[in-house]
């Protein structure tokens, strides 16, 4: 008797993966448009819904990844081995990044003194110590690999709309909210 072959991520998976897609997105939108402000109470708030969304998404990454270990994705789809490797390698490269970027704006915040409090209510721990010079050393990594991490998801989403239109091999359809 054959074993049915799953053809579709999980619907964890899935609510996962739009819901970090969407966070991202509007986390790194938020961090572009707030860091030309000017200083002004409204900056503040921007850069706090920054922080919560960065904890957001670190938090959501760590379930994300454990999921992700715990539960077998779909076999490949069939393709050359250069693509299979450059699709993993992309996917690994994201998760990094993942984690990467709001431990990174953990560690500047920190660094500069600025406590997060997430969503206003918990209050979380210094990632380091206070220290200015620290802060402007760490500040535009967290910048570099927020570019970085916007870059492979753009070319997560071109791989996906090849796939759908070029190759015409379903594999939008693993990921799609309708089942």
């Avoid at 406590?115 to 967290?142: M, N, Q, R």
């Amino acid at each position: 008797m054959n074993t049915p072959t799953v053809t579709r991520y999980s619907s964890v998976a899935i609510a996962f993966h739009w819901v970090l897609a969407l966070a991202i997105v509007g986390a790194f939108g938020m961090g572009v448009y707030m860091s030309d402000l000017p200083f002004s109470p409204q900056r503040l708030k921007y850069y706090n819904w920054h922080k919560w969304a960065g904890v957001t998404i670190l938090a959501l990454s760590a379930l994300r990844l454990l999921w992700r270990l715990t539960h077998r994705p779909p076999p490949d789809l069939p393709a050359p081995a250069w693509q299979k490797l450059a699709a993993h390698a992309t996917h690994w490269a994201l998760y990094a990044l993942f984690f990467a970027v709001p431990l990174v704006g953990w560690a500047y915040s920190s660094a500069a003194g600025f406590p997060i409090v997430w969503f206003g209510v918990l209050p979380l721990p210094d990632f380091v110590s206070p220290d200015k010079a620290l802060a402007e050393a760490i500040k535009p990594w967290h910048g570099y690999l927020a570019y970085a991490l916007a870059t492979l998801v753009l070319l997560h989403i071109a791989a996906a709309l090849k796939h759908q239109f070029i190759d015409r091999d379903g594999l939008i359809s693993r990921m799609s909210l309708r089942g």
